[in-house]
T-cell receptor, first 117, second 114 residues
Framework: GAGVSQTPSNKVTEKGKYVELRCDPISGHTALYWYRQSLGQGPEFLIYFQGTGAADDSGLPNDRFFAVRPEGSVSTLKIQRTERGDSAVYLC???????????????FGPGTRLTVL | GDSVTQMEGPVTLSEEACLTINCTYTATGYPSLFWYVQYPGEGLQLLLKATKADDKGSNKGFEATYRKETTSFHLEKGSVQVSDSAVYFCALSDRAGGSYIPTFGRGTSLIVHP
């Protein structure tokens, strides 16, 4: 019974570069969430998928951030022209139930620590 | 908008001491309330939850009661262990709002010494 996995666990890149962060949700979970966690802060919502479609992308900070989930399972968070302020831990979570249902427990991955130099 | 406020950490206790981590919230609707725990090197895990006023969530000796009148959801444990050392996040999910995405507090670090 694998949980949510994220790769890579650590990513160091230079300012201006492009990065991709991958999330493998729990098998059968239809909902997938991306969060960003800065040092000393709680997770901050970025985007939420229900199946293949982005149901809510209101948390994406700007158009440099984009995420896809083409087959309704694995998701990739893409960041273009990275900036030092993008440095954070990026968390992925998945859940079985639809958002809005009371039993929408989210299962989190260990995160990817992104450092932009 | 919705928000969650947690007490500042770190909270440092000796083993078997009593724990309270305060959490208050503001929400436009009728939120569900959650406590998540993040152990060192691991992802966030749901610790307990409560979906309506006066509900008590409990797990692993931890408890929290949904207090609508004081908009609070304080986390309590009667006797902490070294293995409870972790970061604890209070969160809400507002069912009446347009979005049901959880809003998290900043987290409170708990350090338990033997």
């Amino acid at each position: 019974g694998a949980g949510v996995s994220q790769t890579p666990s650590n990513k160091v890149t230079e300012k201006g570069k492009y990065v991709e962060l991958r999330c493998d949700p729990i098998s059968g979970h239809t909902a997938l969430y991306w969060y960003r966690q800065s040092l000393g802060q709680g997770p901050e919502f970025l985007i939420y998928f229900q199946g293949t479609g982005a149901a809510d992308d209101s948390g994406l900070p700007n158009d440099r951030f984009f995420a896809v989930r083409p087959e309704g399972s694995v998701s990739t968070l893409k960041i273009q022209r990275t900036e030092r302020g993008d440095s954070a831990v990026y968390l992925c979570a998945s859940s079985l139930a639809l958002a809005g249902q009371t039993n929408n427990e989210q299962f989190f991955g260990p995160g990817t620590r992104l450092t932009v130099l | 908008g919705d928000s969650v406020t947690q007490m500042e950490g770190p909270v440092t206790l000796s083993e078997e001491a009593c724990l309270t981590i305060n959490c208050t919230y503001t929400a436009t609707g009728y939120p569900s309330l959650f406590w998540y725990v993040q152990y060192p090197g691991e992802g966030l895990q749901l610790l307990l939850k409560a979906t309506k006023a006066d509900d008590k969530g409990s797990n692993k000796g931890f408890e929290a009661t949904y207090r609508k009148e004081t908009t609070s959801f304080h986390l309590e444990k009667g006797s902490v262990q070294v293995s409870d050392s972790a970061v604890y996040f209070c969160a809400l999910s507002d069912r009446a709002g347009g979005s049901y995405i959880p809003t998290f507090g900043r987290g409170t670090s708990l350090i338990v010494h033997p």
